[in-house]
């Protein structure tokens, strides 16, 4: 199969068990430097995706296919990215896949627009808004290196002002002030369409639920998932010792077509609810 | 737009504010009965999705579009289901998207079957395997009624004996013994393709790792998502009383080509490494 | 030794494997009544802790002396408990223990206050504050219970309007406005002494916290203890599934005299010190 | 009050905000050295504890008398520590208190000794075991640091060979081989006495549970305490980005008397009975 075998200029992941990975573009007369020596970059072109090449000191670097949990992880940053598991959560609530027309709000690094690009193709498209250019440029690479521009339309405009589009499936929100593009959200929703919405602060999650709820979401929940890693060995298996304990809070709601007249129902009455799972 | 209309046969999600969700199919006819009063069905025909409705008893429904998570948690159940957040990662971390070929063992409810059918879509494919065949005729209806049964092949044979299929980019593992199928899946994937297995068990973790570890499997890192939901009210907010505290490990790994030349590596170099986030 | 014999009047743990327990008071004449028949408590006396003895149904019971955490999870209740794992951090952070004076409000159940004056008898005490009448009789009860009445005194002002007590060595609060109290906790304390605020939502540990900061107190931290239990049976061993998601957080300070002269450290700082452990 | 006064010789935490926290011993003529400047040790004599002094750069130093959680944390280190957060789940567990006779092994860096003997003075006595001379030593300069080696016994046996104590109220076991020390430890009890095992794996817990269940220990679970810490910033509040995400696990067991007839109950009812809180 052609695919699986490595080009010049294809993007790889070189593994050094265990877990250290590095992404690198394959380029003829380059070499890759690390601290356990260089691998010429030439040597990997005509071999296959999974192949093992031995560095300059003698150390077995594995050639892989970026995934893109990899592509996210990578991506050149010039401010905090979404992690992948925040991403897959915010994709899966959102309920975004093949086709679908999404609006995000900030571009930031371009890591979850590149996780949104990914789901959308091959007829979807991701509307994404970024106010300053510097970051715009550095998600326009990352997602060029990623293979997934063309599902994707990087806009500059101020989202707190309005979103341009219309009838789109889904509104994804990653910035300072979420509550301020929550009724320009509604506008452009599908009526029945999801919005998500990241923070890392509890403020923001309140204003969040408060524009929402004020704006005719329905279905409003909070969520954060709190991932540990596992070292696994037969005989000493335990979690890990040191784990990131936050990166933020996921809101998540439904659009209604207003009005809606709703029941008072006290807070409390949450309480009565199945948890969320 | 025509497909915001609801239509006779539509499932659509009747919304019961806060957070009460129930689906059903809309036919002629029929009534849908709820502690809070019935709905009768005729009446959504032609209304818009997003549109509230009166039950005999003036609750207020809204008519919702279902979401991936909807027909995940509202799966016709005859074993555990995978909650969304764990498809999610599953997902994530498979690193599948339109156009894969993805192998998922067992189909059970056919909950994380809808997941990865609704992402491989239009042009992948779910070849999943089942043993029980009222497994796999509960999770075809589910598939059915999702509209994503064109993206999966329905198999009956047993995994542990071999798989079938070739070159595929993922293999998922949600079954009691993963280690035994962890060989055929080695051969099933592109070198480099990705596989993720499910378990609820540490025991299940640690023989699928010695597994993933015999069978040149790298990158092999397990993880959980403990999810905690918040009750969002400005002066009251705090984490769920109740939460669910487990589901399960999710394993993962990618496939290198044979032979790896390892390096003797102790467990404990592991704590040096980034932590996975 | 004599105090291994179950005597009449003592309270006595009957435990039915696995984990259900329940407390009594050995009573002459008396029967308990479970769902797996029924155990006569004239029976018990005379015999040692730790016998098992047959219900009329032949389940097997084991008489156990209770623990503090029995005595907690075993409180007569009128409102809610402080779980055995929040007062074991209350009185780490507290800093208490044989000969300590503290002042506790609200007094609630009692529960806390048994486990504060568990831990300073013989003869340290424990000065606790309730408003409502039937909450201080039912402690009354509790306290009488488990025999540490005498290491606690039970007081009716309204702490909002002032503590009485000087030089204690710690103010435990357990109530829904711990900000009110601050200022009265500044002046009962001794310099160097610690405050220790247990409240279920995060608006209550931000007041919290700012009152605390406006009256001199320094190293305010604010934690959570996430409890959650495993199954353990060789090849299944796993987290249980449901678990308690939240009771509350736990913010303890230190009493330093005025004035202090503080430097002005960005809340971002925080990040660059030690994590708490 | 003469004690709080501090006075030559005494134990003292200067407390740099925010967080910074270092133990001294005040000594005539010596100064203490920081990134932000020396305190001269001479000019804290007589001050009140909760004093505030100025380092010879100008940064503000509280003087505070060491909390039992500070002479944990700050303990003489030649291996791993039990944290405070695991100390008071092993107290509360464990039930000692005011007069309790208590065996722990191993000693290790003896700060869970340390909180051991702080609960159990006046009259209580901790025996504790250790086969390293030089961590003994090491464990006796921090016990006598924290003015606690009253209350505690160093003894250099093998534990797993044998426990000469007799009747004693609990046993503590922080060490590789809990399983091994149970049948010893079964025998030093008291009926109806407690059992708490500290472990960093999975498998210790496992082989531990198995030992008190063959042991006539009932009453067995394992629970682990995943502490978060908070950022509070009106406006900021969030859980804290890096925490610890294990240090180990806690089982704790009641000693029954032979013989038990226990009961055949599968471990999945386990699931029938409340979650442990």
């Known amino acids: 199969m052609i695919d699986s075998i490595i080009a010049e200029g294809d993007i790889v992941i070189l593994s050094l068990e265990p877990r250290r990975t590095y992404m690198v573009k394959v380029e003829a007369g380059k070499t890759f430097h690390t601290h356990k020596g260089y691998v010429k970059l030439d ?27 990899d592509y996210i992880m ?36 371009g890591a ?8 959308v193709k091959p007829n979807g498209k991701v509307y994404t808004y970024e106010l300053r250019e510097e970051f715009q440029k550095n998600a326009e690479k990352n997602l060029k290196r990623s293979n997934l521009l063309d599902f994707v339309e990087l806009k500059s405009g101020d989202v707190t002002m309005g979103i341009e589009e219309r009838e789109v499936d889904a509104v994804v929100l990653d910035l300072a002030t979420p509550w301020l593009v929550i009724p320009h959200a509604y506008e452009a929703l599908k009526p ?9 602060t509890i ?11 004020e704006n005719d979401f329905i279905l409003i929940d909070t969520i954060e998932c709190i991932m540990r890693a596992m070292q696994v060995e037969r005989g000493k298996t335990r979690p890990q010792t040191l784990m990131t304990g936050h990166t933020g809070y996921i ?3 439904r659009k209604a077509l207003k009005p809606i007249k709703k029941e008072k129902e006290a807070a409390s009455a949450k309480e009565d609810v199945p948890p969320i799972v």
């Open 43 to 69: 040597e990997l072109v005509g071999k296959d995706f999974g192949s093992t090449f031995q560095s300059s000191l003698g150390a077995m670097f594995t050639a892989l296919r970026p995934t893109l949990s």
């Open 112 to 119: 979850l627009t590149t996780a949104l690009a990914h789901y």
């Open 192 to 200: 029945s369409g999801t919005l998500v919405s990241f923070s890392p």
């Open 74 to 109: 990578k991506s050149s940053r010039n401010t905090q990215i979404t992690y992948p598991k925040d991403a897959a959560l915010i994709v899966m609530f959102s309920s975004i896949g093949p086709g679908s027309r999404v609006v995000e709000s900030g571009t930031g690094t």
């Open 251 to 253: 809101t998540y709601a």
């Open 203 to 213: 403020d923001q999650v309140v204003k969040a639920t408060e524009a929402l709820r």
